[in-house]
Each structure stands twice: as C-alpha cells, then as structure tokens.
C-alpha cells in the first residue's frame, strides 16, 4: 500500500508540472530539503512516510519539468507555417498507421535537403501524411516533401497539445514520398513489425468484415480498419474497451508459454520465457500506454509468483505508473494510460467488496452455495465491470461529453463471449501465419464469437436513449466524484460471507455443449449460403460505384470497388459466405481513382481467380492493385470489345465497348438485361449510337451516379431501362442525378445507393426482384 501512495505522490508531482512554472533545478532543491527531512525524522513512522511522499512528489515534479523542454533551434518545427515547401529526409520509427485516406508515418527527422541537394541537420519528430496507397514500412529512410504545418487548435479538443505529448509538434500534409533505403532501424523491432504487417494480412484472409477488423484491433493493436459506425457502435454501447489490448490478451500468453515450456525449460526458465513472450508481444501490438501499463504488472505478478509471494495489487499499479511515467513522463497525460489506469484501480478497490456484498445479499435468499455460485459469473460479467466503469465515469464524461446507458447490460452480454474469442483467434492468426488453410478452421470456430460481439454491440447501441450527452465537464466536477468515491472507501463494509468449498466444474460437459452450439451455428450458416441458383446483382453502399454478382452457381464477381478500402471490405464481408470467400473475377472497369481505391483492399484480403482489367488508371490505387495482383501470381487480363466472361447457367458478362473511361458491360440471363456503365461517356455512347445500340434493357447502373456528361439523355431514351440505379457517395447527391438525366428517365424507376443503401437485383432469368437496404422489397414485372 506504501508503493502506491508514494506512486501516487510522484504522479501528482509530474501533473503538478502542468500548473506550476517551477524548472527541474528547482524542483530538484525542494526534493533535497525532503530527503533531508525524511533522514532526520527516519525514526518516526508518521513523519517518515509524510517526507517520503514530499520527496516522491518533487522527484515527479523534477522528471515532468525535464520532459517539458522547449525545442532547441535545430529543431524541424521552427521551419512550421513559412508558406513554402519543405524537403525532409528522416527515418520511419513506428508502424504505418493506415487510415481511410492517407497514411500516417511518425518520422525522426535527420535534416532538411537544399534545392542545391545540400543537407542541413535538422531534429524532431514529424507527423507525415503519406498517399495512401504507397508501401511504407517501419525504418524506410524517406525524402518527403509538403508544407510543414503547426498541428491545429479544434473546438474542444487540442490536437497540437495531443501530439506534443508525443514529442511531435508538426505535421507534414499531402506529402510527396520518395523510398530511399530500407531496414535502417531497430532489427528486433523491424522483424516484430514485420510480423505483425503479415498478421495482419492473414488475420483478413481468415475472417470477413468487420469481424477482421476487429480483432486487428484486440489481437494487433491495429485499430485504425473499424468501420466508423462500428466503432460508433461500441462507443455508444460502452464496449469500447474490448477492442484495446488488456491484461487477459497478456494472461493467456503468459499461460500459454508455461504450460508450453514449464515442463521443458523448468519453472524458473518458464517464468522467464513468459516474461520474454509478454515483453516482445508488447512491442509487436505498438508499446502503447495501456499495453505496457498491464505489461509491467503481468511481469510484477510472475517475478512475485516466482518469489513465492502473493502479488498486491496496488502496489503492482503503483510501480507499474512509477516505472511509465519516470521513462516517459508524457505517458501521464495519455487518455488511454489513464482510462487503463483507472479501470485497473476499480477493479482492486471494488471489485472484492461488490462480489462480497451481493454474495451476503444473494445468500439470504438463495443459501450460501448457491449465492456462492451465483457470484463468480455475476461478479465477472456485471460486478467487476461495473467496479471499472465506476472509477473511469467521470474521465470518460470529462473527455468525451457523454455516457452509455447500456454498458451495464451491454457488458454482461459481450464479456462473456471474449475469452474464448482470443482463445481461438489467436492460434488462428499463428497457425495462418505459417499456412492460411491451416489457420482456417479455428477461424471458423472463432467467427461466431466475433460476430455476436460486434451485433450485440450494434444491437444494444440502437437502443433508444442509449447514450447521455453531458456537454464540457469541468475539472472541478471530476475531482469532486473522485473525493465522493474516496470517501465511500473509506466506510467499514460488511465483512465476507464464509466462503464454502467451491462446486466441482464439469469441464467436459460444458465444453461439449459449446462445441455442439458452434457446430450447429456454423452448420445453419453453411446451409444458408448455399448457392440459390438465381443470378444477384448487388450495387454496395461504398461511396462509390462497386457491384457485386453472384452467379446461380455461387461464384462471385466484383466490378470497381468504390473510395474506401474499409467500406468495400465490410460491405464484402457480409455478402461473402464464411467458408468461400473468393472472388473468381475482379474487374477494374473505370478509370477514376475513386472508383479503384477500394479494389486495393479486396485484392489483397480475398482469394482471387484473375483480374479483368477494361481501364487503365494514372494514380498509386490503380497500381497498387495491379502490383498485388502481380505479386499473388494471379492472371492479369486485357479486356477487349466483345469479351465475355461465361457466368454459368445461361449468365454472360459481356464487354460491350471500352471508352476512354472505361468500359460499358451487359450482363444477361434469359431474359433478363442489366446494363452497367462505369465507363459510359458522350463519346461512347455516340458512338454506340451510330454503330449498333444495346436495345432495351431492364436495369441500368448510371455513369458516375447520373452525371449529365456521361449519360446522355438520347443514350438513355434508347436503353430504355425500367430501373436506373445511382451509385452516389462522398456528399455529391445534391445535384444528381442531373435534371436531364432524370427527364429521360420519366417512368422508369429510381433507386440511389445514399438514399437506399444497398440494392440488390434477383433475377432467376424470367422475372426481377429488387430488394434495397432501407425501403420494401418489390417486384419488376
């Protein structure tokens, strides 16, 4: 208990430098006159701990100021806000952090390059804004050139505060990149992040959207792929913490290397193995505040356990806080080291006394076996959650304005369900990294999990009132929770029922009852993904123009893939069945950056028969896609006017024409003709018109979502379509489609992917069936 109140005093000493203007010397000066005091009132108990914290509070008040120093003049931020361009050259020192339209590189700047080529040494770190679609790596030595910008002050929130606690006080926007040399860091680190770049590919190999998304974000740290609704979801739901890597991810490691190796190596060797394996698998997810926080105490627990002494843990929170923050006295100020923090403190403080006081409530009623029972799964699920959420309320109300109303519900529902989701998940990812199909059953064993943890999410996230906006909380609120919580601890509480021996575990039966729901789960799911033998044209909501068919024998072709790589990718995953996610054709049919960009997600993460490529376009997505391709050793095609990819069961693709901006393709099945027109212009179509038109047909994709210029109104009184289908994203559909456009269409039918999400055509050759996200279903006759 000592340890911690010290810690504490030493915490309050690195916050108190945020207030004060006092420098380390000074600080420094203070903390001799302690220890002086401390030496000479050593023999008193009371006096000694008074002078112990005094001197603890100085020290963290002398290692914070330090922290704080201004920026020397060689630093790179001094060139910030010139209005001029700037050419760095700088090493990569942290994992690509992949975001939906740039990526982000932590660059330690080695100097500043001359137009004459000259190098003047430079300092610092700086956040780069890579493209997107560039191949960047941990210890790439790059030469990039943009506008160096301060970090922006935004309303309630300070993003410039938020990074120079990062050491990092620039940003360099819309960067030109130019790989110099690679593998120039630290090796250890360079074979980690290489491994977790490969994990990460394989972990979206084994799973559909968002699942694998989300367990990037437990098992790697690599959270950047959730969709955003999905991450709303789990904000709203108060589930959020799920997603960060705790101290269950680092026990089951722990575990999982002494059982493994304890025998073999001994128990001493074995401690140290799991030491070993916990410490290296902090580094691969990132090293972040909140992972190394249970990392450090996962440590101080096995060093305790091989002492053969029961660890505190307060006093292991309390080192673990000292050691962070005397390395990196920023740590102090991250929201994700706090959060942690804070959690870890509920769950020792009130975890015990609220299982014990439910089980002397419980025990009335139900006797003492049962209550004793009853309050292991209640005490797990409900009462250690709620002892966590207790202590972080007000930080959560204080950095985010809002608070779920669910998560005591929520959580008793999700919990549950983790544990055996990393149990599986993980020797999934370690035995696909070795071979994917090796992976692939315990991914399919692990899939039901994931997915009822994101629906329950989603679901309880739905529900009515499920969060309360709080607006700006004050310092002074959250102080005053905190001294009402101090306060409730320091009350005496019932003491703890007698606890009797504890009921034998039928581990067996247990087991073969959830075996039997997963097999049965899985077997439904199998069963209702089997092929229907009707042709489906599904245009996705991405933003974009991507379609998706699935052919009457259940093979699946996809045509561009819209803006986002995480929107193509989710909306993929819940089309995709679970035990044949392939693609058998993808075909980049535009020539538009934004109508390629998601392909370069889809060719990496799903198994691919060949690429079809009716478009040739300028920018890093397009070759991006074509490098993967390559890479995969997968056929690359050269489509050409009349090429026809036979479909099964009477269904063709055919390349009716290939313009400028791409290609014009019918699909057709019996009866049944859609036209889709990604690459349809003025030209094109005059073109057409003059030669031979396709005549008329029943459903028709617009050109770039019914822009007038690429579907002119004679093309389309020649088509004739009944149903016209507007693939429109990015806040353009204000103004289509084009008043023109939407005359020449009078009478046909208009359905728009922003307005109706997804849209789907069923056709089994004879008649056509429409199903949308967001309206009825209705027939085409």
Known sequence: MTLFWLAAAWLAGVAATSVTDLV??????????????????????????????????????ARGSAA???????????????????????????????????????????????????????????????????????????????????PPE???????????????????????????????????????????????????????????????????????????????????????HIIAISGFNLTLIASFVIALFGRWLGARRGALAAGLAIGLYTLLVGAEAAV???????????????????????????????????????????????????????????????????????SRRLGREAAHG????????????????????????????????????????????????????GPAVLAGSLWTPLGQPLAWLAWPFAALTVRASIFFASLPNATLPLGRVGLPAVAGFYLLLIAFKARPHLPAAPRPALPELRVPTTLGLIALLLATGLTWRAAAERPDGLLHVIFLDVGGEATLIETPGGRFILINGGPSPVALTEALGSRLPLFGRALDWVIVASDREEQIAGLTAAVE????????????????????????????????????????????????????????????????????????????????????????????????LLADGGGLWRNPPAWLEAVRPRLAVASIGGGR??????????????????????RNGWIELITDGDGMWVEVERLPASPLE
């Open 733 to 754: 559909g204000a103004d289509l489609p084009a008043p023109e456009v939407a005359s020449a269409l009078a009478g046909a039918k208009l359905l728009r992917t922003d």
């Open 68 to 150: 704080e120093r201004p920026p020397g003049p060689a630093h790179v931020s001094h060139y910030n806000d010139l209005g001029e361009p700037a050419t760095l050259v700088g090493l990569v020192v942290d994992f690509p952090d992949v975001r939906q339209r740039y990526v982000g590189l932590r660059l330690r700047v080695e100097g500043l390059q001359g137009q004459d080529g000259s190098l003047t040494p430079a300092e610092g770190l700086v956040l780069v804004r890579a493209p997107r679609f560039g191949d960047y790596a941990y210890g790439d030595r790059i030469r990039t050139r943009g506008y160096l910008e301060t």
């Open 605 to 700: 993460d799903y198994p691919l028969g060949a690429l079809l490529v009716a478009a040739e376009g300028e920018g890093s997505a397009y070759r991006h896609v074509i490098q993967a391709v390559e890479a995969s050793g997968r056929p690359i095609v050269q489509a050409r006017t009349g090429y026809v990819l036979d479909l099964g069961d009477g269904a063709r693709l055919q390349v009716l024409a290939l313009g400028r901006r791409g290609a014009l393709l019918l699909l057709t099945h019996g009866r049944a003709r859609i036209l889709l027109a990604p690459g349809l212009d003025t030209r094109l179509a005059e073109a057409l018109m003059r030669r031979q038109p396709p005549g008329a047909v029943q459903a028709m």
């Open 154 to 240: 935004m309303e309630g929130f300070s993003y410039r505060t938020y990074l120079a606690r990062r050491g990092i006080h620039s940003i360099l926007a819309e960067a030109t990149i130019v790989r110099l040399e690679g593998r120039q860091a630290n090796p250890l680190l360079q074979a980690l992040f290489d491994y977790r770049r490969h994990a990460l590919r394989v972990l979206h190999r084994l799973f559909p959207e968002p699942e694998a998304s989300l367990l990037a974000g437990i098992l790697l740290g690599v959270e950047s792929g959730i969709p955003p609704e999905v991450r709303q979801a789990f904000n709203d739901s108060g589930t959020s």
């Open 24 to 61: 380390a010397w000074q600080w420094l000066s203070l903390a001799g006159l302690a220890l002086t005091a401390l030496i000479l009132f050593r023999q008193e108990r009371s006096y000694r701990l008074l002078f112990g914290l005094l001197l603890m509070l100085f020290l963290g008040a």
């Open 374 to 425: 009853l309050a292991g799964p209640v005490g797990e699920f409900v009462l250690f959650t709620l002892a966590a959420q207790l202590i972080t309320l007000p930080l959560m109300a204080y950095y985010f304005g809002r608070l779920s109303l669910v998560s005591w519900v929520a959580n008793p529902v999700v919990l549950p369900l983790q544990p055996p989701l990393m149990a599986l998940a």
């Open 292 to 362: 190394v926080r249970a990392a450090v105490m996962a440590g101080l627990a096995l060093l305790a356990r091989r002492l053969g002494r029961q660890s505190d843990g307060l006093a292991s929170l309390g080192a673990a806080a000292l050691i962070m923050t005397a390395v990196n006295p920023r740590t102090m100020w991250d929201v994700g080291f706090q959060l942690s923090f804070a959690a870890t403190l509920g769950l020792v403080l009130y975890a015990t006394p609220l299982q014990e006081r439910f089980e002397a409530l419980a």
